[in-house]
Each structure stands twice: as C-alpha cells, then as structure tokens.
C-alpha cells in the first residue's frame, strides 16, 4: 500500500505560487496528489493536468469549503490505495525535514501534524482545547491525545481509514471550525496524536479594517459557527465564550459596534 497523498486546497493563487506546493510537494518530487481549487471562474489557474499528470485537479467555482476538497481526497487516497491522507492549505512554509518526518511516523494509528508558527514566530498549533486555546509552553513534540491538544488542518495527516470511519469533516461547517469539529468526532474513535519534531511556518496575517470586508468574512464565520455540534454544557460555553471573544476583537479593530449587535442576534445552534 501506498503512504501519503497530499490534497492541496487553493484561492485566488497558482499551484506553482503555493507556498506548501514549493517547499514540501515539489521540493521532495511528490508526483500524486490532490489540488482542489476554490477559485473563481475568472482566475486563470496554470495548466495543472499538464504539468502533473498523476496528480488529480478539481475546480470548484463555487467555492465549497475545505471539508469538500477533504472528503473528495481521501475518496481518492481509498480508490489509489494510500493509507493516509496529508491536509494542506496555499500558505504553510515546510522545513527539508518534512517529508521524510511524515514518512517515518506513517505507521501511527491516530493522527501527526507539525507544531506551527506565524511569520512572527507566535505558535498557534497544537492549541488546548480550553476556553482560551493556547498553546502549551515550549516547542513541544511526541505523542499525546486529542483531549489534551488540538491542531490546525494544515499539516495534520490522517489514516486513510480512520478519516472514513468518522464520516470525514461536516460539510456545514465549511470554513472556520473546521478543524476542530472533525477531530472531536475522532475522540470517539481514535484520539491518538503525534505532534512531530519540526515546525512550519504559517502565514496568518490578517489586519483589514475594511467594516465590509470584514463584515462578509464575520458572516461566513458566524454560519460555520452555527452548525459546529454542542452537545454537552462545556461545548457550548466554550463555543460562545470563542465567538464573543472574536467579536470583540473585531469590534476594536474596526471601531465598529455592528459585530456586536449581528452576534447578539444570531443563535449559535442552527441544528
């Protein structure tokens, strides 16, 4: 059986231009993978059939989300014969040592991801799955569990078999809490994690203070939020507690109290 195929999730960006495309696929020669691209119809994307031909490319116009363009790969990982299934997005910077850390812990049951880092240095994953989501003390690495950490999509690589058992990510949500929603139905299933010894580097800035834009993109974060699953007191106190502090935080940024009144009108339990 085959090991790893990488599923790249692009917009608005060539494959060539992929940050993840150049330090990690390309730089290790990886042939197959998966790029799922949720541009529009206007962009012109680089003939990407062409210059890989064993790699599978999807244009979603539409712009579906991440867990389509997960769900598909690992559809196509099943079909092709791969036994995991490596998650990323356009932006994360890969060290040399990567692809071959991944190679070495693809016998793992549960899932491996990378600790990673904003341009600035900041770590932001793995994350606690406390109130305040911080990430635990020094560069940690090894092996843990999903209880007691969480981590971003990007970087995280997933037994081919597992992801189908869970039914893979909720398509509802499509965007923000993706990541998290998914790896809470792998509790019940496996919670096994590895956080492996190397760090990418994630470009996260994001500093608009344009109240539309900004407001669109609050929106969309409010829809996902809507659909994440609550079922028990402390899921929904944490879920709140997490989309009030954002709200916040926009607020500031764009000296704006609209944030404010949309989230107090909007109910967090859409199911």
Known sequence: MKKILPVIVLYKIRLSDAASFRTLLQQHGVEEFV???????????????????????????????????????????????????????????????????????????????????????????????????????????GFTSLRRMLVINSGMSVPVSLFLRVDGYDERVFLDFADFEFQKKLRGENDALCILPFAAVQDCSDDCREKEKVMKRFKIYLRCAQHCRQTTWGEKVSLRFRVLRHTLSLSLRTRSFSFLLLYLKTPLSAQ
């Open 35 to 141: 790029v799922y691209d949720n541009s529009p119809a206007d962009f012109t994307q680089e003939d990407v059939e062409r210059n890989h031909p064993k790699a599978v490319y999807v244009r979603d116009v539409l712009n579906s989300g991440l867990p389509k363009a997960y769900n598909l790969a690992a559809e196509v990982a099943q079909q092709r014969g791969f036994s995991r299934l490596l998650l990323l997005d356009q932006d994360t910077e890969f060290p040399p040592e990567a692809w071959r850390l991944y190679h070495e812990h693809a016998d793992f049951s549960g899932i491996t991801a990378p600790r990673v880092v904003s341009i600035a240095g900041v770590a932001f994953s793995p994350y606690c799955p406390s109130l305040l989501h911080r990430s635990p003390k020094g560069a940690f690495s």
